[in-house]
């Protein structure tokens, strides 16, 4: 298990209510009164120990970030191998989700919360050149950071050619010149791969595609924001096969 910050009102609320493995609470000292009840009857539930500090020690946890005056010290799963992460089956269909230099935290915890939320197995992420497990990411995931599994990969390309070895078909997020998500059925084992802030997909990574896909807009727009157009596709292929 890893120790990481979840911070802000909401992110902790969710993290206590979720069953999130929590060491301790930390609130500043004069936190609204109705926020404070809350927080202290669900740790109370769980047995959770309380802190009250100052808003500076508070600031000095969460690096400066905006933490609304509470954040709490949790406990996550290690990174699992990329073998672990292929073996996790799900029906009616496995999604791993794989991040090509996805660098900004909060987007990287917002597609965690949508991988977490529309079922999929996982999510890669390079080792370098990627935002990593920061507490501004848990913040953005509302906890789901915490229980999503991650691999942490050296080379993208070489963990895509594993995931094929493995029965799992590569589609890739473009902005032209490809199939809309209801257009094809992605496969019983698919692996998504979302281009980095900006540049998108490197021309590499994107030579492994079995598929290219977009998501159609109305308005003329060069792109969607990386987190939304992944939890558009993902929606697309995983929420509704439950209908």
Known sequence: MEPTIIYGVNPVVEALESGVKIESITYVVGLRAATRRKI????????IRLFRAQRDELDRMTNGENHQGICALAQRSGFVSLDTLAAIDR???TLILCLDGVQDPRNLGALARSSWAFGASGMVILK??????TPA???ASAGALTRLAVSKVNNLGRALEKLKQNGFWVSGAVMSQGLTPWEYDP????????GGEGGGL????????DYRVKVPMVQDMDSLNV????AVLMY??????KN
């Open 227 to 230: 987190s939304v157009a992944g």
């Open 236 to 241: 697309e292929w995983l929420a509704r096969l």
């Open 202 to 209: 490197r021309r590499g990574i994107e030579s492994k595609l």
């Open 137 to 139: 990411a848990m913040k």
């Open 128 to 133: 370098d050149r990627s935002a990593g497990i």
């Open 40 to 47: 202290e009857e669900l740790a109370a539930a769980r047995q």
């Open 187 to 194: 496969g019983d084992k698919v692996a998504l791969v979302l």
């Open 91 to 93: 029906k009616p269909r």
